[in-house]
């Protein structure tokens, strides 16, 4: 038994729809421009390939949840994205064994402090104090590939108080789920428990104290939750 100088943090976990039962995270790893017309959207160039950055594993917040309107901005803005939750990992993984990886899917929100996001790129900077804030990962309770298979076209929207703002499918990714698995794997050893948001389609749109989030991923799942006042 190992003993820590201070209590373990808890554990963050997703529940698993349906049961009593969670899936652990180890890290989270989000996919930026993988829908061109999101790419337009922000004025890049969509000739560029994706990228990768990250959120902390306890950045989660669960079905039904409240996440407070994070300090330092003015500009919160939405992402709705297909989930990824991986069994398994390695490294430089092949396009066609990485299925084989993947315990299930949900669907989840990159929420993003817009105006502190692009500070960071003008200046050159990372985006952390843009995109790895508390509660900026709300995700919905998780499915297992054993029972829906492996998505790769459906719709995939979110509405902000009952008005549609993103409405897109996941066969308009430009790099599927398998491909993102290969490409993000040649950059980190990726491991059982890590979760890839897969990225969002066009109509991100900014959001105020009391607003309601309600997505959906066809076949894969739904979540709603509320952004509360600021802390």
């Keep these: 038994m190992t003993d820590f100088v201070i209590t373990p943090p808890k554990q963050a976990a997703i529940p698993v729809k349906g049961t ?33 950055f990250a ?16 300090s330092l901005t003015n500009d919160l803005h939405h992402e709705v994205e297909m989930v990824v939750a991986l069994k398994a990992g390695g490294i430089r993984i092949k396009p066609e064994a990485a299925l084989d ?24 900077r ?5 995109k790895a804030f508390d509660g900026s990962a709300p995700c919905s309770d998780l499915v297992p590939a054993s029972q829906i298979g492996h ?23 430009i790099w599927n789920v398998p ?15 890590d979760i890839i948001m897969t990225g969002t389609p066009a109509g991100v749109s900014a959001l105020k104290a009391g607003d309601v989030l309600e997505c959906e991923c066809a076949g894969v799942g ?8 600021a802390l």
């Excluded at 899917?105 to 502190?116: M, P």
Aim: hydrophobic share 35%; with cysteine.
């Design 222 to 229: 739904t979540l709603k939750v509320t952004i509360g006042k």
């Design 151 to 173: 998505p790769n076209r459906g719709r995939i929207y979110l509405k902000v108080n009952g008005e549609v703002k993103q409405d897109g499918d996941l066969e308009q990714m």
């Design 20 to 52: 009593k039962t969670f899936f652990p995270v180890r890290r989270i790893w989000c996919v930026g421009r993988n829908y061109v017309e999101h790419i337009r959207e922000m004025g890049q160039d969509e000739r560029k390939p994706p990228f990768f």
């Design 101 to 124: 990886l993947i315990w299930g899917y949900g669907v989840g929100i990159d929420l993003t402090r817009r105006d502190l996001q692009i500070a960071s790129r003008k200046q050159e």
């Design 179 to 193: 491909e993102t698995i290969s490409k993000l794997s040649e950059m980190v050893a990726l491991e059982a428990g």
């Design 55 to 70: 959120k902390p594993a306890d950045a989660i917040v669960a079905d039904g949840g409240v996440v407070p309107y994070p």
């Design 126 to 130: 990372p985006w952390e104090i843009g």
